[in-house]
């Protein structure tokens, strides 16, 4: 950024150019590939919606609702809400669109920008870019193993191994409140500050979720959904992680898991990457089986995941790996001397990029020591050098910009000459 710069990006809110740019959509082409791979298709939703959906999808408790959401009113009075995740989105245009009356699971993935009012530091914006996909209208636990291999996938894809992938329950309508009871029972009873307690009474889970200490230990003989499954649950959950083993999809199980939105039910799962440090979560999702019905919809079931691009792209640059998609700019690059020779070479551009060649050039009729440096630097493989004597010879001299080595082609067989060497 430039000093002298009178605007700034708003707080906590990344730009993304090149070269990391390039290495942002690779990411994000990988993991939306995962999902197509297994038959997702693409939905674009709107960028904000009524404030009222995500606070009645994603749960007015959670601080996604309560802290964090870009809320205002529009010119005609409606409040609206710069959208904090996807997954309420894609239930509304679901139900909107009717899309659940066809053939089911609907499958859709989305990619893009999501807004959350958070401490913005290392790994945590406030514009944070997801890729996601949700499955909807089957409750089977091989679509929660299908929804939990791909996002492996995509991660496996991108080269990254350094990452665990972390499976509960939640159990369902049936266990839920029971467990939630019993759990509340148990908080209730402990020396717990004002501020807790109340967490405790509105969501007890989230005290098992405590960083601090003191907190840890007293809650570390907690009673745990997983003892508390139901019947139903518990086959739900088993078969799950037989498919994954099947599979060979590594998994832990996490008893103790909190995600940070109230619709999930059953099978819930984390990515975390120990590369990253308190940010680690690269991923998560799991299934939501009452929100369709909760947002108006028929009761159906669901399960997805929301993966965060900029932190796999951090996870990344913490493995050290290079992004393949981060390919140079161009692979030709115009030398033109002079009028005449940048007039031919503007025409040569165009007819590479018919060819499907990446080019550029230098521009603002820069001498041969400059233009060569602006070579060099694009990252292409060849360099096209077009002088005053080339044009009356009709030539261009194509160097070779790793060996330096140049030789004279005609101009008329230039394209050809350039896309076989390119192979
Ligand atoms: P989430 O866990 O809130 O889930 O977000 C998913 C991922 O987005 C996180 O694992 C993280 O990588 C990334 N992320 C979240 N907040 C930030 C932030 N402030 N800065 C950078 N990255 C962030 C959801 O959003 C659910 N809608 C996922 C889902 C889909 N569940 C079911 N279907």
Known sequence: MSSSSIFRAPKGIPDYYPPDSAAFTAVRDALTGAARLAGFGHIELPIFEDTALFARGVGESTDVVSKEMYTFDDRGDRSVTLRPEGTAGVMRAVIEHGLDRGALPVKLSYAGPFFRYERPQAGRYRQLQQVGVEAIGVDDPALD????????????????????????????????????????????????????????????????????????????????????????????????????????????????????????????????????GAQSGIGGGGRYDGLMAQLGGQELSGIGFGIGVDRTMLAMGAEGIAVAGARARCEVFGVPLGDAATREMVVLGRNLRAAGIRVDMAYGGRGLKGAMKAADKSGARFALVLGERDLEQGVVGIKDLSTGEQTPVDLGAAVTEVRDRLG
């Open 145 to 276: 193993a299908e929804v939990i291999a791909v996002a492996d996938a995509g991660f496996r894809e991108l080269g990254l191994s350094g990452f665990r992938l972390e499976v509960t329950s939640l159990g369902d309508a049936e266990c839920r409140p029971r467990y939630r009871q019993a759990l509340q029972e148990f908080l209730f009873a402990l020396p717990l500050d004002e501020e807790t307690k109340r967490r405790a009474e509105i969501n007890p889970l989230r005290v098992l979720d405590d960083k601090r200490a003191d907190v840890r230990a007293l809650t570390a003989d907690a009673p745990l959904m997983r003892d508390h499954l139901c019947e139903g649950c518990k086959a739900h959950f088993d078969q799950v992680l037989g498919h994954l083993e099947a599979m060979g999809v590594p998994f832990e199980i996490n008893p103790r898991m909190v995600r940070g939105l109230d619709y999930y039910t059953k099978t819930t799962f984390e990515f975390v990457h120990d590369g990253l």
